[in-house]
């Protein structure tokens, strides 16, 4: 082969590999901001569907989701040896034994004797996700909150697992007593759902979904739509551009839609 059609092809070979090395590169990139302005121009989108999402689920917490209430009584435990007067052990072991307690209270033995003395129609696993226990950070007060779609209903299981928390607490644990820092009252006021918050999470979850929908197609579109695609991705100059004429134009549309 003649040296200069050698090195003509030679040529050749390297230009077609730049080509498909910068392809490979192109793919990789993402123009954040041609991102962006896909973004902005799809706000109105996302401001309607927002929108919709966010009144979904306003009609849905407001007339649909049945209220709760919660009602709270509260116990405080103190360990105390033969009588005598409190000391700085006692309290530093009441303080560390506070989990121990909230482990006791929702305990089977302690939910079920509160089901058979109140005649509900529950399981213990169902009795156990309407009853959340918190102990506050340095102190020896635990807080027993019992949630229901009746206020009475959380007024009367909220008393009665103290009651049985407290026997059971003092026969397993070897304590004095236990004392009850504050009764369960009826709550006046549902404790959710929340409108507002369920509004606004909605609206936001919304707007965050067109913006993700949108962002997945433009990466997902590869095909050329200007001269300069033509340039960035393969890598050849154009020469003119032909402009279309209303009658193309139209009878596209109408494909389109078709």
Do not use: C, W
């Not at 435990?77 to 700085?88: G, H, P, R, S």
């Not at 129609?121 to 807080?143: G, H, W």
């Not at 026997?167 to 759902?193: C, L, Q, W």
Request: charged residues 25%; hydrophobic residues 40%.
């Amino acid at each position: 082969m003649p040296p200069g059609i050698r090195k003509k092809t030679e040529d050749r070979r390297e230009i077609r590999m730049e080509n498909q090395y910068s392809q490979q590169n192109d793919e990789i990139e993402i123009d954040l901001a041609e991102v962006l302005m896909v973004l902005v121009e799809k706000i109105p989108m996302m401001i309607a569907v927002g929108l919709f999402t966010a009144l979904t689920v306003f009609l849905v917490s407001r007339f649909v989701m049945s209220p709760t209430y919660e009602s709270t009584t509260k116990i405080y435990i103190l360990n105390k040896q033969d009588n005598a007067n409190v000391t700085y052990s006692d309290l530093q072991m009441g303080t560390q034994l506070t989990k121990d307690y909230a482990e006791l209270i929702q305990s089977r033995a302690v939910l079920e004797e509160v089901i058979q003395q109140l005649g509900l129609e529950m399981t213990y696993e169902q009795l156990k996700e309407q009853v959340s226990v918190t102990t506050p950070s340095d102190t020896r007060i635990i807080s027993i909150t019992v949630s229901s779609r009746e206020p009475a209903l959380a007024m009367r299981i909220a008393n009665a697992i103290r009651e049985a928390s407290a026997i059971h607490i003092t026969n397993v644990m070897d304590i004095e007593a236990v004392n009850v820092a504050e009764t369960a009252d009826m709550p006046t006021r549902k404790a959710g759902p929340s409108v507002g918050k369920n509004t606004l999470i909605g609206g936001v979850a919304g707007v965050f979904l067109v913006a993700a929908v949108v962002v997945v197609l433009y990466l997902m579109n590869d095909t050329i739509k200007t001269s300069e695609d033509v340039e960035k991705y393969l890598g050849l100059s154009t020469l003119a551009l032909i402009p279309l004429a209303e009658g193309e134009k139209k009878s596209k549309k109408k494909t389109r839609r078709r």
